[in-house]
């Protein structure tokens, strides 16, 4: 079996006779591994165990292609409960599944664009994330046990993505919200710079549990944010906001909902809820719906 | 907005008060108010500023009564402060605004379409008759691979294929539909292309606007599109396309993102784009998971995992280093770039932006080509050329530049009633097309509106075969590439050196 580093040449055999297409070759002939034969038959495949409606994957040198369609093939043999064994990187894991009701555990740490355009699932990671966390994501429920990169809930528009620990810059971006669905991205740490931007809709939290309890939030939060709100626990500087956003006390209404989502997100993360509460939070909220409706003359 | 302070109207409105019959029609089918009823006379009224000449009210008006002309009113000659520009001034002094626009580039750049012509056989090598030999103009948009294996068939002594072929958009002929948003363009806009897409057996594309549930019988002929502000983008969206197109840059608007006012995003659209009734929906300049060529590629993949696998188009505005971007663009896994030129349109961009940022489609696919070629991959993608593609004489010649299929945009639009005004973002189209508004709408009907563009389609695909069949060639792809089949005329050298192909006379 060889691995997809060593894939950088088509398999050869003797009763295959090559026909070479296109031009000459010059240049650099760019080769790309990723693409050669990765989920095609020949493709390492993880050892799989099977319990009722249970399903162990392991991830040990699988290449991503070949470990998402083991785990769609497994949700569709009826497993409502997956873990991947000994993830390391493997990117797309959830993505674009819409499986309400299926849980996916996932020990080690997951590559890009966990849950992307994902439409109900139940992602818990026991470590880290990295970058795109929920990617234009459509509803479901991702845990983050460990810290999450950059574009955490990118265009996400509805579901919850809870996260442990901190985030990277620009997380929610372009968030929005529609009908009924509402996302709501959860940090139990501390957030980098341009935290909503462009935020169309939806809720953001920050807990900023652990560190500088001063400075939950970086600099630029909220900007171009024309919908939705966040909620920072402890304080924020003026100068750390984006122009288009307000702070505010929260009003009774927000704090009716600081506590739903405080409960829900400390019985996921099996967290004690008041301690968290004792503190009190900020509202960040756009003063306009339309920033730019007077830019333009016709 | 009326502007009055400085500014005279564009164009003049001259109603033949003989000819006119006082029906009034012209009130009710201009879109702009131009109009008004003078009750003691029964007569219209023009007010000559709203005017946009889109000629809805010359079409209709059952006496021809109307005619619309320049307003002539002189200004004192100057070669380098032209009367659009005093009045652009104006208009902004007055209100401080950028100033938008619709439609694609007017200004006088070199057409260097017009400036290529193409070959034809004479005595040696037979042209031949279309009309009574078979031309093939199918044409297959994806990755192709870059060596075919095949093997020994056991049972039948002949040849098997071994390599597992990429998905490929089969296109009945080489023109296919650009991205115009439901949002920008009507519903029934979306239903008339959709229509026709099906019945050529070719491609229309969302744009970035999600996709009305309307249109789902016709999903196999359409591209969804992502783009940075994933309006409507969800996986069944993703799945139900044809492919998936990201959308990097727009041929009339290349760096910038987009913006459709609150204004115009009635239930309908809203619940198509997934966003709230009357927010703005605010497209960012660049992806934000999209800082390189690793992040385009992680989109693609990603698309391509949650499509199981579908073609992934990347659509990227022509400027100036196009070749190296495509390149980038097609090692990052795209199995089809889509090139959109200068002269390409828009629903609104801000006007210095459509009118000085980007460059020609036809300079874009011969570089883009040329670099493919030079670095031997350009197997990998196909190339589909759109942003000011007018006539068949310019699939023809985009083709022989290194285009594999062309795309259209506002010509499709012009088959469906647009007169070119250029006033698409006002949302007022009093011909149904580039308007949310129901009375508008409802003037264009999609059955009548997917026959005119069928037809349109047709009648170039026959002219596409008349050219191939001079040339001595029958099929489409004998003229992809082929620059030898091109001469230019009036261009310099370098010029000819960078298009790769001959002056007239060599």
């Known amino acids: 079996m060889t691995t997809y580093e060593d894939r950088t040449t088509s398999p050869d055999s003797s009763a295959v006779r090559k026909v070479p297409t296109g031009p000459a070759r010059r240049g650099p002939s760019g080769i790309e591994p990723a693409r050669i034969t990765a989920g095609q038959p020949g493709a390492k495949r993880g050892a799989v165990t099977r319990r009722g409606g249970r399903a162990r994957i392991d991830g040990k040198g699988v290449y991503y292609k070949t470990l998402n369609e083991q785990l769609r093939e497994e949700i569709q043999r009826g497993a409502t409960k997956v873990v991947l064994d000994n993830i390391i990187g493997q990117r797309y894991i959830g993505t674009g599944l819409a499986y309400p009701g299926v849980t996916v555990t996932i020990n080690g740490v997951p590559g890009n664009d966990l849950a992307a355009f994902m439409n109900g699932l139940t992602l818990i990671v026991n470590d880290n994330a990295q970058d795109g966390v929920a990617n234009t994501m459509n509803s479901g429920l991702v845990i983050v046990n460990g810290n999450a990169g950059d574009v955490v809930g990118y265009g996400m528009r509805g579901g919850s993505v809870y996260v442990r620990g901190d985030v990277g810059y620009r997380v929610g971006i372009h968030m929005k919200a529609f009908g009924d669905s509402r996302p709501l991205v959860v940090v139990g740490g501390h957030a980098r710079d341009f935290l909503g931007e462009y935020m169309a809709g939806g809720e953001i939290v920050v807990l900023g549990l652990g560190g500088d309890k001063s400075r939950a939030v970086g600099s630029y939060v909220g900007t171009g944010m024309h919908a939705g709100v966040m909620y920072i626990r402890g304080t924020v500087a003026e100068h750390q906001l984006g122009k288009e956003v307000r702070i505010a006390e929260p009003d009774e209404a927000d704090r009716a909902r600081i506590l739903a989502i405080v409960t829900d997100y400390s019985r996921a993360m099996r967290m004690d809820p008041e301690p968290i509460l004792e503190q009190s939070f900020v509202k960040i909220y756009p003063y306009t719906s339309r920033p730019y409706g007077r830019l333009y003359v016709y | ?506």
């Open chain 2, 1 to 506: 907005m009326a502007l009055t302070t400085f500014i005279p109207s564009e164009f003049r409105v001259v109603i033949d008060k003989d000819a006119c019959l006082q029906c009034g029609r012209c009130v009710r089918q201009c879109g702009w108010n131009v109009y008004g009823w003078d009750e003691d006379e029964r007569r219209p009224v023009p007010d000559h500023s709203k005017c946009s000449a889109c000629h809805r009210c010359v079409t209709y008006c059952p006496g021809g009564a109307i005619s619309i002309k320049k307003n002539e009113l002189a200004f004192k000659q100057s070669d380098s402060m032209s009367p659009d520009l005093i009045k652009a001034i104006w208009k902004q002094a007055e209100t401080g605004g950028v100033q938008l626009t619709g439609m694609g580039n007017d200004k006088p750049y070199l057409r260097i379409f017009d400036h290529l012509l193409l070959d034809a056989c004479q005595v040696t090598n037979p042209s031949i008759d279309p009309l009574r030999e078979p031309m093939e103009m199918r044409t297959f948009l994806g990755r192709k691979p870059d060596l075919v294996e095949v093997a020994a068939d056991s049972e039948g002594g002949g040849l098997r294929l071994v390599t597992e072929l990429d998905r490929q958009l089969q296109l009945e002929t080489p023109i296919m539909f650009g991205g115009m948003s439901y949002g920008s363009v009507s519903l029934n806009v979306h239903r008339s292309i959709a229509m026709a897409a099906e019945e050529l057996g070719t491609f229309m594309n969302t744009g970035e606007g999600g996709l009305h549930a309307d249109l789902e019988p016709y999903q196999d002929h359409i591209i969804v599109q992502c783009a940075s502000g994933r309006f409507g983008v969800d996986s069944s969206y993703l799945q139900a396309g044809a492919a998936v197109e990201i959308k990097i840059g727009q041929g009339a608007k290349p760096g910038i993102g987009g913006h459709l006012p609150g204004e115009k995003i009635d239930y309908e659209v809203s619940v198509t784009r997934m966003i709230p009734q009357g927010t703005d929906a605010l497209s960012p300049a660049p992806h934000h998971d999209i800082y390189s060529i690793e992040d385009l590629r992680q989109l693609i993949y990603a698309l391509k995992e949650a499509t199981g696998y579908k073609p992934i188009s990347v659509k990227i505005a022509c400027v100036h280093n196009v070749a190296a971007i495509a390149s980038g663009v097609v090692r990052a896994g795209a199995d089809i770039i889509y090139l959109d030129g200068f002269r390409g349109g828009t629903g609104a961009s801000p006007t210095i932006i459509r009118d000085h940022v980007g460059i020609p489609l036809e300079i874009a696919v011969a570089t883009v080509d040329q670099r493919l070629r030079d670095e031997a991959i350009r197997n990998r993608a196909s190339i589909v050329a759109a942003g000011g593609i007018r006539s068949s004489a310019d699939v023809a010649k985009a083709i022989a530049l290194g285009a594999d299929a062309c795309a259209i945009g506002t010509a499709a639009l012009v088959a469906l009633g647009c007169h070119v005004c250029q006033k698409c973002h006002t949302g007022s189209c009093s011909w149904g097309i580039c308007t949310q508004r129901p009375e508008l709408t409802r003037r264009l009907d999609p059955e009548w509106g997917a026959s005119q563009v069928v037809n349109l389609v047709n009648a170039w695909t026959h002219e596409l075969a008349e050219v191939l069949g001079a040339l001595g060639v029958n099929a489409i792809e004998s003229l992809r590439g082929s620059r030898e089949r091109l001469r230019g005329l009036g261009l310099d050298k370098m010029t000819l050196d960078i298009l790769g192909i001959k002056p007239a006379g060599l």
